[in-house]
């Protein structure tokens, strides 16, 4: 069986902890996680265990998207080192200097 990705494991959790602030009992509300997400009982649970240690939402992360580029050879086998070297992603790596790139007001034109 695969791991939930965090989006979908971020979106089950809040819809048990909202399930549980509506005042539906742990088994009505394990009944509507099966009914509603396809899981078993032992997830379901699973899902309101957590739930019930929670106060607030869980955050929901930003879904991911390949996003094509052209680049020099030079500048990517740089990058790949760089990436070998630090044990980062390339998608990681790339996200981030580009993130702090926009951060630091270098994206505007």
Do not use: C
């Amino acid at each position: 069986m695969a791991r939930s990705t965090d989006l979908v494991r971020a979106e089950r959790i809040n819809a048990a902890l909202k399930l549980m602030q509506e005042h539906h009992t742990v088994s009505e509300a394990a009944a509507i996680l099966e009914r509603s997400y396809g899981l078993s009982k032992r997830q379901a649970y699973r899902y309101l265990e957590v739930a019930q240690r929670r106060q607030e939402p869980v955050p929901m992360p930003d879904q991911k998207r390949a996003f094509t580029v052209k680049l020099s050879i030079g500048l990517i086998q740089d990058i790949r080192r760089y990436a070998r070297q630090t044990g980062i992603s390339l998608s990681e790596l790339v996200g981030q200097a580009l993130e702090a790139w926009v951060r630091n007001g270098r994206g505007r034109g």
